[in-house]
Protein backbone atom coordinates (compact mmCIF):
# COMPACT_ATOMS: atom_id res chain seq x y z
CA UNK A 1 0.00 0.00 0.00
CA UNK A 2 1.34 3.56 -0.97
CA UNK A 3 2.08 6.00 1.76
CA UNK A 4 2.61 9.59 1.97
CA UNK A 5 4.38 11.47 4.18
CA UNK A 6 4.28 15.49 4.25
CA UNK A 7 6.17 18.22 6.46
CA UNK A 8 7.96 21.52 6.41
CA UNK A 9 4.73 22.95 7.66
CA UNK A 10 4.52 25.59 10.20
CA UNK A 11 4.63 29.38 11.09
CA UNK A 12 5.36 32.40 8.67
CA UNK A 13 4.60 35.71 8.22
CA UNK A 14 2.87 37.52 4.88
CA UNK A 15 5.87 37.11 2.79
CA UNK A 16 7.64 34.82 3.74
CA UNK A 17 8.19 31.37 1.96
CA UNK A 18 7.90 27.80 3.23
CA UNK A 19 8.88 24.80 1.26
CA UNK A 20 6.80 21.25 2.00
CA UNK A 21 8.21 17.95 1.03
CA UNK A 22 5.77 14.91 0.01
CA UNK A 23 7.58 11.38 0.42
CA UNK A 24 5.88 8.66 -1.41
CA UNK A 25 6.86 5.48 -0.60
CA UNK A 26 5.18 1.16 -0.86
CA UNK A 27 4.16 0.39 -4.85
CA UNK A 28 5.42 3.83 -6.64
CA UNK A 29 7.92 4.82 -8.21
CA UNK A 30 10.15 8.24 -9.01
CA UNK A 31 7.40 8.92 -12.11
CA UNK A 32 3.93 9.01 -10.01
CA UNK A 33 1.48 11.10 -9.90
CA UNK A 34 1.34 14.18 -7.07
CA UNK A 35 -1.20 16.23 -6.10
CA UNK A 36 -1.34 18.82 -3.51
CA UNK A 37 -4.16 19.96 -1.78
CA UNK A 38 -5.24 22.09 1.22
CA UNK A 39 -8.32 22.59 3.40
CA UNK A 40 -8.76 25.16 6.10
CA UNK A 41 -11.84 25.15 8.62
CA UNK A 42 -15.28 25.39 7.32
CA UNK A 43 -13.48 24.77 3.76
CA UNK A 44 -13.62 22.24 1.27
CA UNK A 45 -10.61 20.73 0.16
CA UNK A 46 -8.95 22.62 -3.13
CA UNK A 47 -6.11 21.17 -5.29
CA UNK A 48 -3.54 23.31 -5.11
CA UNK A 49 -0.77 21.77 -7.55
CA UNK A 50 -0.09 18.70 -9.31
CA UNK A 51 2.95 16.78 -11.48
CA UNK A 52 2.19 14.15 -14.06
CA UNK A 53 3.68 10.84 -14.23
CA UNK A 54 4.03 10.94 -17.69
CA UNK A 55 5.76 14.11 -18.76
CA UNK A 56 5.97 15.59 -15.67
CA UNK A 57 3.50 18.69 -16.62
CA UNK A 58 2.39 20.83 -14.05
CA UNK A 59 -1.05 22.76 -12.54
CA UNK A 60 -1.45 25.07 -10.49
CA UNK A 61 -4.75 26.35 -8.98
CA UNK A 62 -5.30 30.00 -9.73
CA UNK A 63 -4.61 31.25 -6.37
CA UNK A 64 -1.31 30.13 -6.30
CA UNK A 65 0.12 30.89 -9.85
CA UNK A 66 3.53 32.50 -9.58
CA UNK A 67 3.87 32.04 -6.53
CA UNK A 68 4.03 28.30 -5.64
CA UNK A 69 6.09 25.45 -7.53
CA UNK A 70 5.84 21.97 -7.75
CA UNK A 71 8.48 19.61 -8.47
CA UNK A 72 10.42 16.45 -7.88
CA UNK A 73 13.23 16.10 -5.28
CA UNK A 74 16.59 13.74 -6.29
CA UNK A 75 15.82 11.29 -3.55
CA UNK A 76 13.44 8.51 -4.83
CA UNK A 77 9.38 9.49 -4.44
CA UNK A 78 9.89 12.96 -2.84
CA UNK A 79 7.89 15.94 -4.35
CA UNK A 80 8.46 19.52 -3.09
CA UNK A 81 6.07 22.54 -2.98
CA UNK A 82 7.72 25.62 -2.63
CA UNK A 83 5.58 28.57 -1.43
CA UNK A 84 6.66 31.82 -2.13
CA UNK A 85 4.97 35.30 -1.03
CA UNK A 86 2.77 33.53 1.47
CA UNK A 87 -0.85 35.63 2.10
CA UNK A 88 -2.48 34.75 5.45
CA UNK A 89 -5.47 32.73 2.50
CA UNK A 90 -3.22 30.34 2.30
CA UNK A 91 -3.20 29.23 5.90
CA UNK A 92 -4.67 25.58 6.09
CA UNK A 93 -3.58 22.26 6.49
CA UNK A 94 -1.82 20.84 3.14
CA UNK A 95 -1.93 17.31 2.05
CA UNK A 96 -0.32 15.10 -0.88
CA UNK A 97 -1.95 12.34 -2.50
CA UNK A 98 -0.93 10.14 -5.66
CA UNK A 99 -3.02 8.81 -8.35
CA UNK A 100 -2.41 6.14 -10.93
CA UNK A 101 -3.06 8.15 -13.59
CA UNK A 102 -0.99 9.19 -16.10
CA UNK A 103 -1.98 12.95 -16.60
CA UNK A 104 -2.84 14.92 -13.00
CA UNK A 105 -5.92 17.09 -11.94
CA UNK A 106 -6.30 19.12 -8.94
CA UNK A 107 -9.75 17.33 -8.74
CA UNK A 108 -9.36 15.34 -5.35
CA UNK A 109 -11.75 12.72 -6.77
CA UNK A 110 -9.01 11.51 -8.96
CA UNK A 111 -7.08 10.12 -5.69
CA UNK A 112 -8.11 7.02 -4.34
CA UNK A 113 -8.71 7.74 -0.60
CA UNK A 114 -6.41 5.14 0.44
CA UNK A 115 -3.68 7.41 -1.55
CA UNK A 116 -3.31 10.45 1.03
CA UNK A 117 -1.20 11.26 3.19
CA UNK A 118 -2.18 13.41 6.74
CA UNK A 119 -1.04 16.79 6.11
CA UNK A 120 1.13 19.28 7.51
CA UNK A 121 -0.05 22.22 8.47
CA UNK A 122 0.49 25.82 7.08
CA UNK A 123 -0.16 29.23 8.87
CA UNK A 124 0.49 32.76 7.37
CA UNK A 125 0.13 35.15 10.42
CA UNK A 126 1.77 37.87 11.31
Known amino acids: QVQLVESGGGLVQPGGSLRLSCVASGPTSDTSTIGWFRQSPGKEREGVSC????????RYADAVKGRFTISRGHTRGTVWLQMNNLKREDTATYYC???????????????????WGKGTLVTVSS
Open 51 to 58: IAGYDEST
Open 97 to 115: ATAPTLGCDLGAHYYPSSN
